[in-house]
């Protein structure tokens, strides 16, 4: 602009001493001298060529003229619609000079940071910049003046309150005619809730939502590079402790999930308070370790923690001992005193495990081996361990492949009148036909119960004892008819539609309930009297009989046993094998059925092998009898054979005897 301004007065200049210089020499300086006549007309051609070349000066200066008005108007509005963006720009614009200077500051600045105009330009542009991020900024500031534009960069810059905002920052080069950088251009935006917002995300991947311990991921990750430094360092020990709550479910069922969360929250807060310094757990992704990154929770009532560099496995053993003390404290949640127990696994990092998906799960295998031995136990995982669980592994896909192929077969043992001497019923029992081998219950129950597979293999077995059943009524009639006893598991007794599975299996076999004897053990039905009581009520409601199984070996309260609506107790094999060896056996024999006939229940002897047996069962007056001496567990072939043989027969203990050595 001024530029041209100059060039254009210049131009009026020179033209305008041209214009005078040719008016003067003609006028005054002709230097031949022409007849008045001529002279003024050659004047008069030469002052209509001054005129035109006057008027073209003055269209050409008129244009000129304009040009630079609409360029000025340009300018205007190009510098308001400027001051306009970065007046209500949310992102900060600055310029500064090479020095560093702050030559200009949008009023961004004021909203993000706090800092007023005159309060910035007192300052250099790097004071309020963090003393760690500095050397970037000038580094990044030095490649803009270089390269004339410079990288994202992200820093902290101090606000007026005292608090660090993280900027996310580009600048770029101004430079002069001479192709030098003589300014910088800085756009800064601040990203301090973006970036909280990606902590918080990052800390979410990692950490648990309830109790904000870091999580199974976490660990995992902790975990392998702790295996890493063992293998780096031979003298690097360390140990994975797998604490799991005792019975953590009841006080979820019956004091409900938001107390259970409560338990949850504390138990994680104890075990933190409990571990010391050095017990190092999970360590967090961002930020600083706190004493509560030393616990990771797996999910539901499971814990887990990293004891490193430890001195030997007793160093573990002594840790899980002092949490297992605290966590046996009384907890208070919601008006309620929960006492809490724990089983803990332990696995040491001198096992030769290549991930850490390996060392936890033989951390969570010498758990489970603590809980099968009692509970609130510790346990170190062995070799012999892994074995085990490889072994339980190939048990549990065998069972399904066997239900899958229909493997499973059903045993009936005859229950006895010792009244009368002949067969009054059955309990169906399962046997698994693996290959060429016949496999009994304690072979395979226990994997079935903890899977979960009990409960179809049940309502098979049920199904199957019920039709068979019918079909021995029709084919043996008796008065009354003969009768079927089926064990319902801890995994069958919790489950919501137990009754209504039963009535539907009666209604399909037409089977009269009353034929129908349902089996509950002790234990099931004194872990919870209250539960059991509405699941027997429910049951008994079907028309179907009651007995308590392998009574005398759990807890019983006398008066809850009477408010169940059962008919039967059946007395545990391990006192009817030893009462006549045992004064002790035989006297609490003597009192179970006692105490059936003063509750008006009938009592049948499990576990009879010998003559002794029954004659002493006879002279307690015991009603009825199962056992080895009248017949094992057979087949419907078998027991078919049996029944006929029986009913064909004056003396029915000579039946059961050869049947019983078949």
Partial sequence: MEGREWWLWGLAVVVTLVLTFGIVSLTYFQLHPQTEGT???????????????????????????LQLQR????????????????????????????????????????????????ELKTTSSIEQIHPDDRLGVLEAARKARSTGQGQRLEYRMRHKDGS????????????????????????????SERKRAEEMLAHSAFHDGLTNLPNRALLLERLQRALVLSKRHRDYKFAVLFIDIDEFKVFNDSLGHKVG??????????????LREVDTISRPLLGQSSKDDTLARLGGDEYTILLEDIRTPSDAIRVAERLQSRLAVPFTVQGYEIVVNASVGIALSTAACAHAEDLLRDANIAMYRAKRAGKARCEVFDTAMHEGAVRRLELETELRKGMELGEFRTH???????????????????????????????????????????????RWLLCEACEQLRSWQRQFPAEPPLSMSVNITSKEFAHPDLAKGIGETLRQTALDPYNLQLEITETIAMANPEKAASVLSELK????????DDFGTGYSSLSRLQQFPVDALKIDRSFISHMDSDPESHKIVKIIIMLAQSLGLVTVAEGTETEEHVNQLKAL????????YFCKPADQHVISALLLKVNSSSSSAKAYQASAGT
């Avoid at 002279?39 to 003229?65: M, P």
């Avoid at 619609?81 to 702050?102: C, H, K, S, Y």
């Avoid at 009148?417 to 072979?443: D, K, V």
């Avoid at 409601?541 to 308590?548: A, D, F, I, M």
Wanted: with cysteine; hydrophobic share 45%; proline share 2%.
């Fill in 39 to 65: 002279y003024w007309t050659d004047l008069k051609e030469w002052v209509r060529g001054l005129a035109l070349v006057v008027l073209l000066f003055d269209i050409y200066t008129l244009y000129q003229h």
């Fill in 71 to 118: 360029i000025r108007r340009q300018l205007a509005e190009r510098d308001e619609l400027f001051q306009l963006i970065t007046e209500n720009a949310a992102d900060m614009i600055a310029v500064v000079d090479d020095a560093g200077r702050r030559i200009y500051n949008s009023p961004a600045y004021q909203h993000i940071l706090g800092y007023s105009v005159e």
């Fill in 164 to 191: 660090w905002r993280i900027l996310e920052s580009t600048a770029s080069a101004i430079r002069n005619a001479k192709g030098e950088t003589e300014k910088l251009v800085i756009v800064n935006r601040d990203i």
């Fill in 261 to 274: 969360d409560d338990i949850l929250v504390q138990i994680g807060q104890r075990l933190t308070a409990s």
């Fill in 412 to 458: 009936y043992q005859p229950i006895i009148s010792l009244t009368t001497g002949r067969i009054t019923g059955f309990e169906a029992l399962t046997r698994w036909q693996r290959g060429n081998r016949l496999l009994s219950p304690a072979e395979f129950i226990t994997v079935a119960e903890e899977t979960g597979l009990i409960v179809p293999m049940n």
């Fill in 541 to 548: 409601s079907l028309g179907v009989r009651l007995s308590v």
């Fill in 621 to 628: 007056d015991c009603s009825f009898a199962q056992g080895y």
